[in-house]
């Protein structure tokens, strides 16, 4: 199957800090990623679609200025936390359909854990 | 929204029983995924069922989507340490896997030696 790709797999970071997490398909291109977060042992949360070329688009609660989402090109779209809170931390990961499939499946990345102290 | 309901939330079971997991949806699914997970690590994907009555099987595992396309269940035979982990379905927001995936509260499975 495709592959996704994060990095950093995990990172911790001063409160008031940005940090940005990368996700990349590797070996297909990515019009559409999708980012989730998960708090500990809850469920993933879609946070918002990162759409290549254009602006993403945010799901009802979160915060567009803090989550900065930037699609710069078919294979990566990264995501900023930026002035980071010991609230923020949480284990975000990255999904995207293989459009080549055609099957709508989507693939993950392997997840990014933040901690912010 | 749609919303997708587990059941149950937490299971432990015997290694070498079988046992069944439910996702249940609140709309007509249009793609069911299963995925296992380990607290704080990515997501195995296990199957994707899109038609009514479709089953699919890898291994000791068969998920089936019911022919209403509002209930799914996965189900383990003859279960081994290695299942051991969260169960998580996610549903399409719509066909196509175009809006992302809504995920249901996961199921905490836990086999007993």
């Known amino acids: 199957g495709a592959v996704v790709s994060q990095h950093p797999s995990r990172v911790i970071c001063k409160s008031g800090t940005s940090v940005k997490i990368e996700c990349r398909s590797l070996?297909?291109?990515?019009?559409?990623m999708f980012w989730y977060r998960q708090f500990p042992k809850q469920s993933l949360m879609l946070m918002a679609t990162?759409?290549?070329?254009?602006?993403?688009?945010?799901e009802q609660g979160v915060e567009k200025d803090k989550f900065l989402i930037n699609h710069a090109s078919l294979t990566l779209s990264t995501l900023t936390v930026t002035s980071a809170h010991p609230e923020d931390s949480s284990f975000y990961i990255c999904?995207?359909?293989?459009?080549?499939?055609?099957?709508?499946?989507?693939?993950f990345g392997e997840g990014s854990r933040l901690t912010v102290l | 929204s749609q919303e997708l309901e587990q059941s149950p939330q937490s299971l432990i079971v015997q290694e070498g029983k079988n046992l069944t997991i439910n996702c249940t949806s609140s709309?007509?699914?249009?793609?069911l995924y299963w995925y296992k997970q380990k607290y704080g690590e990515g997501l195995i994907f296990l199957m994707m069922?899109?038609?009514?009555?479709e089953e699919k099987s890898h291994e000791k595992i068969t998920a089936k989507l019911d022919e209403k396309k509002q209930q799914s269940s996965l189900h383990i035979t003859a279960s081994q340490p290695s299942h051991a982990g969260i169960y998580l379905c996610?549903?399409?927001?719509?066909?196509?896997?175009?809006?992302?995936?809504?995920f249901g509260k996961g199921t905490h499975l836990i086999i007993q030696p």
């Open positions: 999904s995207a359909p293989d459009s080549r499939a055609n099957t709508g499946e989507l693939f």
């Open positions: 070996d297909f291109q990515a019009t559409t």
């Open positions: 990162s759409n290549e070329g254009s602006k993403a688009t945010y």
């Open positions: 709309k007509t699914l249009y793609g």
């Open positions: 069922l899109q038609k009514g009555g």
């Open positions: 996610g549903a399409d927001k719509a066909g196509g896997g175009a809006d992302g995936l809504t």
